[in-house]
């Protein structure tokens, strides 16, 4: 057992036995956690998509309570950069488990609620305010939870595979997004339209308390990851390390936030935005846009470890680039085909937009998670990832609404998507790849920063 300066014990792996056991244990931790929590995420996307305009603003048009729920989806994105301030100034003070059991309980119970929560016509003004409130801390947990999951399994094992062992994390995103969008098809396929608008949407949301008590009863077996436990033993943990991270690493934070925008983007309109597009446009179901999107989310799950581990040995720069440029190409046909496209082709689309998502998010984690010091890499990788949903993956819904309303064609998103690939390109070219790096070297980084 250590002690460490902020008074908190850390129990440090005995022998490479334990080790073994413990790496298992972190990435099962790391990707059941993130499934729970991306699980409910997404259910709020579809239920925004297709429930929450004439439950809770019932008085607006079509075009305006759409454009009032997808604010509201917007809004649990602009929490998650506070999220990864408050969780990252506590994962990298007093360690990454304890902080990734207050995620978990906190999007939990929140999702819970807003199972139970009464629409408009049953409370009134206070209906549409409690599902914001409750979409702040959403997005409040969620920008606490990527960083600390992703830390747990890449900071445990073997560093030559970190590419890997960061995307058992980012493999709790296509996991959540089956779960909850196929509880959501399933539903709506076996429910009468009445019945699903009434109660039916809110079965999956209710089901994720007992899925926390799962994820709690996990995270509690693992132990603290030696990186962070050698920092506690050395008494090197950061007194301010959101403010250090800020002080010091601010190139790196911005430029994470930036690779973020091609992948971020345009995947919320890939899976949430489509919902709205295609069954307004053709006379295609509901259940059809969630089968597609269940698919496409599938095959995400072989994708994302495959071009994780391709970029432990290629690089993860030459991924990532190769999935930004990718999703700059596909923008107009997509659309095309979603405009004028028979079933067939429009379930292919949206099946195909998932591998450019997978080309970059696999090995994302390892690309941001590497590019800050142990000492201050919880907050300084959450602030880069979570600021991204401020600009990027947040209004995405909202402005690919008002662009379509405005210019009366799909392809002034398109546009929007090639200028978000643009952006990752020329970032991602200045983001340092440090993929062959030693990251466990805290007299490195410090050293760095103070040349700065």
């Known amino acids: 057992?250590?002690?460490?300066?902020?008074?908190?014990?850390?129990?440090?792996?005995?022998?490479?036995?334990?080790?073994?056991?413990?790496?298992?244990?972190?990435?099962?931790?790391?990707?059941?956690?993130?499934?729970?929590?991306?699980?409910?995420?997404?259910?709020?996307?579809?239920?925004?998509?297709?429930?929450?305009?004439?439950?809770?603003?019932?008085?607006s048009s079509a075009y305006a309570g759409a454009m009032q729920s997808f604010a509201t989806y917007a809004v649990g994105f602009a929490a998650r950069p506070v999220g990864a301030a408050i969780f990252g100034h506590w994962g990298d003070r007093i360690g990454r488990k304890a902080t990734l059991i207050v995620t978990l309980l906190l999007m939990g119970i929140s999702s819970g609620v807003v199972g139970m929560l009464p629409g408009t016509a049953a409370i009134g003004f206070a209906a549409p305010l409690i599902l914001v409130l409750l979409r702040l801390v959403q997005g409040i947990a969620?920008?606490?939870?990527?960083?600390?999951?992703?830390?747990?399994?890449?900071?445990?094992?073997?560093?030559?595979?970190?590419?890997?062992?960061?995307?058992?994390?980012?493999?709790?995103?296509?996991?959540?997004?089956v779960l909850g969008t196929g509880g959501m098809t399933l539903l709506s396929a076996t429910l009468s339209p009445d019945a699903f608008d009434s109660w039916g949407w809110r079965l999956p949301f209710l089901a994720s308390l007992l899925l926390v008590a799962v994820g709690l009863v996990i995270r509690l077996k693992i132990l603290e990851t030696p990186m962070f436990a050698k920092l506690v033993e050395n008494r090197q943990t950061a007194r301010t390390p959101v403010l250090d991270a800020i002080r010091h690493h601010w190139r790196e934070i911005l430029?994470?936030?930036?690779?973020?925008?091609?992948?971020?983007?345009?995947f919320y309109l890939f899976t949430s935005y489509v919902l709205i597009y295609v069954v307004a446009r053709h006379e295609f179901s509901k259940t059809f846009v969630l089968n597609a999107v269940l698919v496409g989310a599938a095959c995400e799950?072989?994708?994302?470890?495959?071009?994780?581990?391709?970029?432990?040995?290629?690089?993860r720069k030459r991924v990532y680039l190769a999935g930004a440029v990718f999703t700059g190409v596909i923008a107009f046909p997509y659309f095309t085909i979603l405009s004028h496209g028979d079933h067939a082709l429009v379930f292919v689309?949206?099946?195909?937009?998932?591998?450019?998502h997978?080309?970059?998010?696999?090995?994302?984690?390892?690309?941001?998670?590497?590019?800050f010091p142990t000492h201050?890499?919880?907050?300084?990788?959450?602030?880069?990832?979570?600021?991204?949903?401020?600009?990027?993956?947040g209004p995405a819904p909202l402005l690919a609404t008002w662009l379509l309303h405005t210019t009366g064609t799909p392809y002034a998103i398109s546009s929007y998507i090639v200028l978000s690939a643009v952006v990752t390109v020329l970032c991602v070219i200045f983001l340092k790849d440090r993929s062959k790096a030693d990251i466990d070297d805290v007299t490195v980084y410090q050293r760095t920063a103070r040349a700065r």
Not at 10 to 29: I, T
Not at 377 to 393: D, K
């Open 301 to 315: 799950l072989a994708m994302i470890p495959f071009f994780s581990m391709l970029s432990d040995r290629i690089g």
């Open 376 to 393: 201050l890499r919880y907050g300084g990788a959450g602030l880069g990832y979570q600021l991204a949903s401020v600009f990027a993956g």
């Open 1 to 59: 057992m250590v002690l460490g300066d902020n008074g908190v014990t850390h129990k440090v792996v005995p022998d490479s036995k334990s080790g073994k056991v413990q790496v298992r244990r972190a990435a099962l931790a790391s990707a059941i956690g993130t499934t729970i929590e991306w699980y409910d995420f997404f259910l709020y996307n579809t239920a925004a998509a297709l429930v929450f305009p004439h439950l809770f603003f019932p008085a």
């Open 142 to 177: 969620i920008g606490g939870e990527w960083s600390g999951s992703v830390l747990l399994a890449m900071e445990w094992g073997d560093q030559r595979r970190r590419g890997l062992l960061g995307s058992f994390a980012q493999i709790g995103v296509p996991v959540g997004l």
């Open 349 to 356: 689309a949206v099946v195909v937009s998932f591998i450019p």
């Open 255 to 266: 430029l994470s936030s930036g690779v973020r925008f091609s992948e971020q983007m345009p």
């Open 358 to 371: 997978a080309l970059q998010y696999g090995p994302q984690a390892a690309l941001i998670g590497e590019s």
